[in-house]
């Protein structure tokens, strides 16, 4: 079976920084993309930063360039979101996503184009 489980996120002043950790398993390619969502409370979700194996790229949102770093160890099958100068703002639950499938610029961070999401983990900044 698909599994995505992540850890690393607690409460944390602004300013501070965290690392959030997504181990995956149960996927049989290796071209996935992988990503990190986010959802606050009465807001819709909203893709943070992607990265795709295939080539290495990476993409952020505007909110976090500069502050938030994706990174991946194929080996352990772990994607990391490192995460610095927290503000309130990026109070949410975080949730890493990952698919197969080939996407479009415009897909890389819709959330209808992922198959596969983990349960979350609450990052709260104050």
């Known amino acids: 079976d698909v599994q995505l489980v992540e850890s690393g996120g607690g409460s944390v002043q602004p300013g501070g920084s965290l690392r959030l950790s997504c181990v995956a398993s149960g996927f049989a390619g290796s071209n996935l993309y992988m990503a990190w969502f986010r959802q606050a409370p009465g807001k819709e979700r909203e893709g943070v930063a992607v990265n795709y194996a295939g080539d290495g790229r990476t993409w952020y949102a505007e909110s976090v360039k500069g502050r938030f770093t994706i990174s991946r160890n194929s080996a352990e099958n772990t994607v990391y979101l490192h995460m610095t100068n927290l503000s309130p703002e990026d109070t949410a639950m975080y949730y890493c996503?990952?698919?197969?499938?080939?996407?479009?610029?415009?897909?890389?961070?819709?959330?209808?184009?992922?198959?596969?999401w983990g349960h979350g983990t609450q990052v709260t900044v104050s």
């Open positions: 996503a990952a698919d197969p499938r080939r996407k479009t610029d415009d897909s890389w961070h819709d959330a209808f184009w992922y198959m596969f």
